[in-house]
């Protein structure tokens, strides 16, 4: 299936630690954003970049910070964890800025512990 | 403030009835509105995006500006319709603000 590949798929870390998400967009989409999805909620914009650039960011401390490469793969890097930092996180991309809508990734499933 | 709203977390309907998923939504510009849609085990996908006026699956939406509304309408509903349904809208900075979900059980 092409399109969007996070990784890793599962990941667990401690109280404190730093994690990086990956993502590879699909190709040709100059358009990432990041969102986190906790159990039961919809999914809440974290930032977005285009060509490189912070395009918008949403409510999330400035510990949640990320980059966007050439090749349109991001990472979204979150420092000093916290226990509601368990979430899933998904990439989504898009070669018009969104308009025509945003291909999602399956997602990392994060768990702070 | 912006905000989408879906009210009911679930919906069950038997094979054949017409579904009516609600999505209202504040904002104060011209929104631009979607549904995304997730099967089970698969990845959150758009379903139909009011810009185009489209029916997908049978699926249509319908921008209600006086009610701020975009509610999701099939008139018969099938069992592969069962999954989790997203209202979203973009503002003016492209990102998607989403509403908490409905998901949509089809008994046969």
């Known amino acids: 299936e092409t399109g969007v590949t996070q990784s890793p798929t599962h990941l667990i870390k401690t109280r404190g630690q730093q994690v990086t998400l990956r993502c590879s967009s699909q190709?040709?989409?100059?358009?990432v954003s990041w969102y986190q999805q906790a159990l039961g909620q919809g999914p809440q914009f974290i930032f977005q970049?285009?060509?490189?650039?912070?395009?918008g960011r949403g409510n999330f401390p400035p510990r949640f910070s990320g980059l966007q490469f050439p090749n349109y793969s991001s990472e979204l890097n979150v420092n000093a964890l916290e226990l509601d930092d368990s979430a899933l996180y998904l990439c989504?991309?898009?070669?018009?800025?969104?308009?025509?809508?945003?291909?999602f990734g399956s997602g990392t499933r994060l768990t702070v512990v | 403030a912006q905000r989408v709203t879906q009210p009911e977390k679930l919906l069950s309907v038997f094979k054949g009835a017409p579904v009516e998923l609600k999505c209202n939504y504040s904002?104060?510009?011209?929104?631009?509105l979607f549904w995304y849609v997730q099967y089970s085990r698969q990845r959150l996908q758009l379903l139909l995006r009011?810009?185009s006026r489209e029916s997908i699956k049978g699926f249509t939406a319908d921008l209600n500006k006086g009610e701020t509304s975009f509610h999701l309408k099939k008139p018969f509903a099938q069992e592969e319709d069962s999954a989790m349904y997203y209202c979203?809208?973009?503002?003016?900075?492209?990102?998607?603000?989403f509403g908490t979900g409905t998901r949509l059980q089809v008994f046969p």
């Open positions: 989504a991309s898009s070669s018009d800025r969104g308009m025509g809508g945003y291909t």
């Open positions: 190709s040709g989409h100059n358009t």
């Open positions: 970049y285009y060509r490189e650039e912070e395009n």
């Open positions: 904002y104060s510009g011209s929104p631009e």
């Open positions: 009011h810009i």
């Open positions: 979203a809208l973009a503002d003016n900075t492209d990102k998607l603000i």
